[in-house]
């Protein structure tokens, strides 16, 4: 009785350390999945490059009333006006948008199609065939969806780097709207309005020379026009004025200038200059020399040296010698000399000047008489005024 007891007890207690190690094993499991599951998606995440999404929006409206011209209607008022965008219209524009036309200007203006270059390991692809696949990889990214009950298509597109992605939207907007403009706007419209302002520009200046001939020859011409005309004339000629008398006193000074440079400027120039040596005096002098040292020698066979004839002898050789040194260190130059281009030069913008000065002192001259003849003219305006 006591032995079947203990081992009861015994059984039980090992089904209880199987059942704790069990749970144990499992929570292992799920702790080991779910931080397997943590560090994949960390890693995923960190590997996968960022996305940048730029967005558009484009409201759609009617531009253009069609006015309903009835006998009645005669005032030229809209019958029936509706500026409802029909579902219709929101489709035309977003098959527009997803034109395949315009979406490889896009990707070519964009700049995608120089993003799919191939690896350097195969061959390399053509820009049509790049900007083709550019254009067709676009096409599945934009997302176009027209907002509800709003006349709104709202544009998305997303990419690795926000210059690209906005820079994509700018080109797709741009390019759309010139489109859409020249899909819309009416054939022969600017040649209609262009003629028309052709027109009523040429009744004007035919109506503006009627009333100037019609005052002219009726003397109607308001004084106070005409003085207004004078003081504007009178201010003319006194800016002309100043500006002549500028360019009067900008040509005096360049004038002095360039007879300064021609005063330090010499009329020639040396163009080569070569040393001769004093080659005849020192071939006499070693004729000399040569000659004295045979007398020298022949004495020497008759009288000793010492003596009065060898002296001399001696002494002329010394003296011929010192001659014939300063004839071998003595040179001769010879040059030759050529006009100097830059005084030429300096010569010819002088002239230049000069005539320059004179044009303007004649214009400073005419201005001045005709300010003198419109300020006159301003005077008796002023007094008959008065």
Not at 198 to 203: G, L
Not at 224 to 253: F, I, M, P, R, Y
Not at 328 to 350: G, H, I, M, V
Request: glycine share 4%; charged share 30%; no cysteine.
């Amino acid at each position: 009785m006591k032995g079947e007891l203990t081992t009861g007890f015994g059984s039980n207690s090992i089904s209880l350390r199987d059942g704790a190690s069990a749970l144990f094993r499992r929570r292992v499991l799920v702790l080991f999945t779910f931080f397997a599951v943590a560090v994949g998606t960390a890693v995923i995440t960190y590997l996968l490059p960022n996305k940048y999404e730029s967005r558009m929006k484009i409201l759609v409206k009617n531009q253009r009333v069609d006015v309903a011209i009835t006998p009645e209607a005669t005032g030229g008022a809209p019958v029936g006006v509706d500026n409802e965008v029909s579902e219709n219209e929101i489709n035309s524009e977003i098959e527009l948008l997803t034109s395949r036309d315009l979406l490889t200007q896009v990707a070519k203006e964009s700049g995608l199609g120089q993003a799919k270059t191939s690896s350097f390991w195969r061959k390399p692809v053509p820009e049509a065939e790049r900007i083709e696949k550019a254009a067709t990889d676009l096409s599945k990214e934009l997302v176009i969806t027209p907002v509800k009950k709003a006349n709104v298509i709202s544009i998305s597109y997303s990419a690795n780097s926000p210059e690209v992605a906005a820079a994509v939207l700018k080109q797709l907007g741009d390019l759309y709207l010139e489109k859409h403009l020249k899909l819309h706007h009416p054939t022969g419209a600017s040649d209609f309005f262009k003629d028309k302002a052709d027109q009523y520009e040429t009744q004007l200046h035919d109506s503006e020379k009627q009333l100037t001939d019609f005052q002219q020859d009726n003397n109607l011409v308001v004084l106070g026009q005409q003085k207004d005309l004078t003081l504007q004339k009178t201010a003319e000629a006194k800016s002309k004025l100043l500006e002549s008398e500028a360019a009067v006193h900008e040509a005096t000074n360049r004038i002095n200038r360039i007879e300064q440079q021609l005063a330090d400027t010499p009329k020639r120039i040396v163009t080569q200059s070569k040393s001769i040596p004093a080659q005849y005096s020192a071939e006499r002098l070693n004729t000399m020399m040569v000659e004295l040292q045979n007398r020298r020698t022949q004495l020497l066979t008759k009288f000793r040296p010492d003596d009065r004839l060898v002296r001399e002898v001696d002494a002329q050789i010394r003296t011929t010698r010192e001659a014939l040194a300063k004839a071998e260190s003595q040179t001769a130059t010879e040059q030759a000399t050529d006009l100097n281009p830059l005084r030429q030069t300096l010569e010819t913008e002088l002239s230049r000047a000069r005539l320059e000065q004179t044009g303007a002192q004649a214009r400073r001259d005419t201005l001045a008489a005709q300010l003198r003849d419109y300020e006159g003219s301003l005077k008796k305006l002023e007094g008959g005024a008065d």
